[in-house]
């Protein structure tokens, strides 16, 4: 396993200079980003200085992707994600990523009956959101607008936009949700029902 391990550290450096390159960033640029001096990135990334975690986060970070995949961890690790279900105003929500700072997937699951009786609350925060029905129909109010979108159906909105979901019947509603940081738009665009079916 010790091995392994420094096989894997040893990689690091060339992979992170690699991964610098390719991207056109300078060492002064993304010591700007992540707060590193450039000293240490240049003997980190000429293997002179051993990587951490005080310097894999901020790394992983502007990069935006898993350290392990910044790293180069083998690929017969466990890629599954262990979550940890929450329960918010009798919400559901179940985490599907672990990504930090880019986007996260969400399986939120309301109850039947839950927003029965209650009056939209609609909020606006910064991010981008885009949401998948499993089951069910989900109520969704857009600023002015109300849509109702049934099993398969999709939507995609910048959160600036005042929002609330809730159960358009008295079934439950499973969907998916991906929600990310502003700019990072997911490809598939809401579909509009005029009818409201």
């Known amino acids: 396993m010790n091995d392994d ?5 040893t990689a690091v450096g060339p992979r992170l200079r690699e991964l610098r390159r390719r991207r056109g960033v300078t060492l002064t ?9 450039v000293s240490t990135l240049s003997r ?3 293997g002179h200085r051993r ?3 005080e310097l894999l986060l ?3 970070r502007a990069y935006r992707m ?17 979550s940890k279900p929450v329960t918010r105003d009798g919400v559901t929500i179940v985490p599907l990523t672990r990504k930090p700072g880019g986007l996260q997937a969400f399986k939120h699951i309301l109850p039947a009956g839950l927003t029965d009786g209650r009056e ?25 607008r109300d849509f109702v979108l049934a099993d398969g159906e999709v939507a995609e909105f910048d959160t600036h936009l005042p929002h609330w979901f809730g159960n358009a019947d ?15 738009r997911v490809h598939i665009r809401a579909r509009y029902r005029p009818d409201g079916l």
């Not at 391990?5 to 550290?9: G, N, S």
């Not at 640029?29 to 001096?37: D, F, N, V």
């Not at 008295?170 to 700019?183: A, K, N």
């Open 120 to 144: 939209p609350a609609p909020r606006s925060h910064e991010g981008y959101h885009w949401l998948y029905v499993l089951n069910g129909r989900l109520r969704i109010v857009l600023g002015d």
């Open 29 to 37: 640029a993304l010591s700007e980003t992540t707060g590193i001096p």
């Open 44 to 46: 980190l990334e000429s």
């Open 58 to 60: 901020p790394l992983a």
């Open 66 to 82: 898993p350290i392990d995949e910044l790293v180069g961890a083998p690929a017969d690790l466990d890629p599954r994600v262990y």
């Open 51 to 53: 990587p951490g975690l």
């Open 5 to 9: 391990l420094d096989a894997v550290l």
């Open 170 to 184: 008295e079934r439950p509603v499973e969907f998916l949700s991906i929600f990310g940081p502003q700019g990072e």
